[in-house]
């Protein structure tokens, strides 16, 4: 075991430390947020949460959550399978590319579709004239918000991956399985917390997207508008209580999602530690 080598007062000072910015960062504002919602009782906040337009803002939500996060699985499983296992050219090309989402603006990366799919981008005429809309309607957002949450899958999975190795694997294949047989019954398995964990954060970052989402939707009450675009809209009105019950949503979205992060960390440390010995085993076997 190591020894814990700083002072006493050096370790107490970091987690006082720790512990104020968790308070100013995460607690008040979470308390002000509830508070605030409740500010005018709950028969309120019950009114601005049944409005029919944070109903349809819910629906929204939810629904561009489940297409984009399905597709964000399927990619970043399939990226990181073949990352991790594989040796290719053009694989640093790929990292990078899985890694654009996070060095590029949510605002430019919602431009790029408007300039595709606009009236007056690339695809605008086409579109038009074939009677598709995308910018301004549900499937802009479902892109929009796809492109800024598919590195979180991917991401989680890689180093999974790249640490377990293609021992088990090879051993599959030599044995007569085929490369189905071999990532469902060996590869997947292995991976499923950290493709959980992937899958939480990436779905909260699907609710909770605002950037892109704001310039491809057009901000159309009861039809475009997601959950965090109709807090905006209701705090612009001077509807304050309404804002903060509305965000009082995504708040609890928020402590659900650090919840279940927590109970897989935890899971996932308790399955390494049941592991570590039988890796110790066959290598004093070896």
């Known amino acids: 075991m190591t020894k814990q080598t700083e002072p006493v007062v050096v370790r107490w000072l970091l987690i006082g430390i720790a512990l104020v910015f968790l308070g100013l960062f ?35 939500t939810l629904l561009t959550a489940a297409i984009s996060v399905p597709l964000n699985v399927v990619f970043g499983v399939a990226a990181a399978w073949a990352i991790a296992k ?91 399985a085929n490369g189905w047989q071999t990532f469902f019954r060996i590869t997947l398995p292995n991976v499923k917390w950290g493709l959980l964990y992937g899958v939480i954060l990436c779905n909260a970052r699907a609710m ?31 509807n304050f209580v309404a804002a903060f019950a509305v965000a009082t949503l995504l708040a609890a979205l928020a402590l659900v999602t650090l919840v279940v992060k927590s109970v897989i960390e935890w899971k996932t440390e308790r399955q390494e530690q049941a592991e570590a010995p039988q890796f110790h085993a066959m290598g004093e076997a070896s």
């Open 26 to 60: 995460l607690i008040v504002p979470l308390i002000a947020v509830f508070s605030q919602a409740f500010r005018q009782g709950v028969d309120v906040f019950l009114e601005a949460v049944r409005d029919p337009d944070t109903l349809a803002a819910v629906k929204l």
């Open 86 to 176: 594989f040796s290719f050219r053009g694989k640093n090309v790929l990292l990078t590319l899985i890694d654009l989402p996070f060095a590029v603006s949510p605002v430019i990366s919602g431009l790029i579709f408007v300039l595709l799919f606009g009236s007056q981008g690339l695809f605008g005429p086409w579109l038009e004239a074939h009677n598709l809309k995308i910018i301004f309607a549900v499937p802009g957002i479902v892109l929009a918000t796809t492109f800024v949450t598919f590195p979180f899958v991917a991401r989680e999975l890689i180093p999974v991956m790249e640490a377990q190795g293609k021992d088990e694997e090879e051993a599959a294949l030599s044995l007569g």
């Open 208 to 238: 909770g997207e605002f950037g892109a989402v704001s310039v491809v939707s057009g901000h159309i009450r009861g039809q475009t508008n997601t959950l965090p675009l109709h807090v905006e809209i209701l705090y612009n009105e001077y």
